[in-house]
């Protein structure tokens, strides 16, 4: 097998028993990524001479005995985290030449430990989209069919994964924008309940549905990754001072008696055949395991996009403000005085998605319109997550499909909107209720293309959803397919 | 029609940006697709439900009063798209 195949915990292995050093580890994975870039475009940004310096530092550190898991790994992250000195853009025009002065709090977490970062992940404009197709920086292409959309936002996270680049990535979710890039790509996604990770330096987008998390090729590495990004930060006021478990003790194979329930109103009619069938499928591995099942209702599902786009674009407006060509970013060289200074660097600096939610946000928030918009919405969210609560009196875990198609084609739904942010609809709820789910390879369709299988838990569950999807993992060979690229 | 070109221009005006005459056109359509779609949550009744802004109950975060390190004066201005001397430069705003 070759190194750049390797998950962390084979990689951390092999170094410990000093059969591979982190700078071979680097180089291979530098060399794969020249090698499928060109057809991929995963990255915005790769930094060989960072990486090659800092396997050099992991090298040391190996040797001197001071090891953790990260050490000497090569990740990669989406461009939505600040990190010191590298470059970082958010996928906007606006931020095209932004170098941070700090690190995220995630990523210092990551640099602790050791890891090599190899560059910074494409995405959709300021995580505003599910295809990865608004990025300034060019679409992302699915390593598993290069014609089809990797998922988004985080679709670079997934398809550096996928096609072997990184060994492990960090993405963000807002409504689904690690764990659909995680099912359209074959990869493990995990969106922790909302305050687990700290938000601190991660550029906003939503702010009361933002939350950090991996994207891995097996549920292991995806342990190893929240136990490293998890915990309280005083930098975010919204992080929760909680212990952090160690996720890896949570992986057993054992779901005998475990409750998981069906929503009865994310399996209906109209759902793609090959994910109906995948999640057929899944629920009998489950059962032959021993899981029960139960039927259960999260009644206000069918409200749960509108009312997401009306929070998150309220949100958005107001965090995209300080973007005004002022202290940093793009400024118009065309600007006649202040105002026109703002709204001129403003209009070149962002994208077509990108003002077109500012705008819906905008007017959402306007005089007249937000008890209307705002307002209601805040309210449903509120039905939203009372539906959660009820479910888990009932059941431990919840089974939903991630998606209601495998990846559609580049272009597909382009020029609809409603069409595209329809595509979140199974895992928007989630982050309306604050809670926890992960998306985990669970079949292929008719065509080739992954597909996902989402595990929703109770706030602050993650150790019974680790434990559900390691249980699937190691009885099915799903993640263990590759893209041939 | 939820939504006219006009508002469009109105709330471009209020989000600081400019709108090409294609975008104000192009804009107006999405919008209104996308605020008839929203206007399905009406169909529920919310009389008497307490708004969520936050998944996670909110309390202010209170820290200690001390002085602790900052990024400093050139940190900050490193990314500035012009700086004088200590300050961020911009167009002249009084007459």
Redesign the interface.
């Known amino acids: 097998m070759e190194l750049f195949e390797l998950t962390i915990h084979e990689l951390h292995d092999k170094l410990k028993k000093k059969e591979v050093s982190s700078v071979e580890a680097t180089r291979a994975l530098l060399a794969r990524i020249d090698a499928v870039e060109p057809r991929v475009n995963a990255f915005i940004t790769v930094t060989p001479e960072e990486a090659l310096k800092n396997a050099e530092a992991a090298d040391r550190r190996i040797a001197a005995g001071d090891m953790q898991l990260l050490t000497g790994i090569p990740i990669a992250l989406k461009d939505i985290f600040l990190t010191k000195g590298v470059r970082t853009t958010c996928a906007s025009r606006i931020l095209d030449n932004f170098i941070p002065p700090y690190d995220a709090t995630s990523v210092a977490r990551l640099k602790a430990q050791g890891m090599v970062l190899v560059g910074k992940l494409n995405q959709d404009e300021f995580a505003m989209g599910s295809s990865t197709e608004s990025s300034y920086y060019g679409k992302t292409h699915n390593p598993w069919n290069l014609e089809c959309i990797p998922g988004g936002s985080s679709g670079g996270s997934a398809a550096a994964i996928a096609a072997r680049q990184a060994i492990a990535t960090l993405g963000t979710d807002t409504g689904g924008s690690i764990r659909q890039p995680a099912s359209h790509c074959g990869c493990v996604g995990l969106k922790p309940t909302y305050g687990r990770v700290s938000r601190y330096g991660v550029i906003a987008y939503a702010s009361s549905l933002d939350q950090v998390g991996p994207v891995t090729r097996d549920v292991t590495d995806c342990a190893i990754m929240l136990g490293a990004v998890a915990g309280f930060d005083p930098k975010d006021s919204t992080s929760v001072d909680l212990p952090v478990p160690d996720y890896s003790k949570a992986l057993s194979n054992d779901v005998k008696g475990l409750k998981i329930g069906l929503p009865k109103e994310y399996f209906i009619a109209g759902l793609d055949p090959d994910v109906q069938k995948t999640m057929d499928a899944a629920i009998e591995t489950y059962k032959g395991l021993g899981a029960q099942f139960v039927e259960i209702s999260l009644p206000h599902t069918d409200y749960a996009v509108a009312t997401y786009y009306l929070i998150a674009t309220a949100e958005a407006s107001s965090n995209l403000a300080r973007y005004d060509g002022v202290r940093f970013g793009h400024r118009s060289s065309e600007a006649q005085g202040l105002i026109d200074m703002y709204r001129k660097s403003r209009s070149e600096g962002f994208g077509e998605e990108v003002k077109r939610r500012i705008m819906l946000g905008t007017y959402a928030l306007s005089s007249g319109y937000y008890d209307a918009y705002y307002l209601k919405a805040q309210k449903v969210r509120t039905l939203i997550m009372q539906d959660f609560s009820r479910a888990f009196e009932e059941v431990d875990v919840i089974l939903t499909p991630v998606a209601p198609t495998p990846a559609f084609r580049i272009g597909e739904k382009s020029a609809d909107p409603l069409q595209m942010y329809l595509s979140d609809i199974f895992t928007i709820p989630v982050n309306l209720a604050g809670t926890c789910g992960m998306s985990i390879p669970a079949g292929f369709s008719k065509d080739g293309l992954p597909v996902g299988l989402q595990l929703v838990g109770r706030p602050f569950g993650e150790e019974c959803i680790l434990r559900a999807a390691y249980a699937f993992e190691q009885n099915t060979d799903w993640h263990e397919r590759k893209a041939s690229l | 029609m939820k939504?006219t070109k006009a508002?469009?221009e109105h709330?471009?005006l209020?989000?600081?940006?400019?709108?090409t005459e294609q975008?104000a056109e192009t804009?107006t359509g999405?919008?209104d697709?996308?605020?008839a779609?929203?206007d399905?949550?009406?169909?529920?009744d919310?009389d008497g439900?307490?708004?969520?802004?936050?998944?996670?109950p909110?309390e202010?975060?209170f820290?200690a009063d001390e002085v602790t390190p900052s990024?400093g004066i050139e940190?900050?201005l490193?990314?500035?798209?012009?700086r004088a001397e200590s300050f961020?430069r911009?167009?002249?705003?009084i007459e």
């Open positions: 939504i508002e469009v709330v471009a209020l989000a600081r940006l400019e709108l975008e804009f999405q919008m697709a996308i605020l779609y929203v399905k949550l009406n169909e529920l919310t439900i307490v708004p969520t802004a936050h998944a996670v909110m202010n975060a820290r990024i940190n900050a490193g990314n500035a798209p012009k961020f911009v167009p002249k705003v």
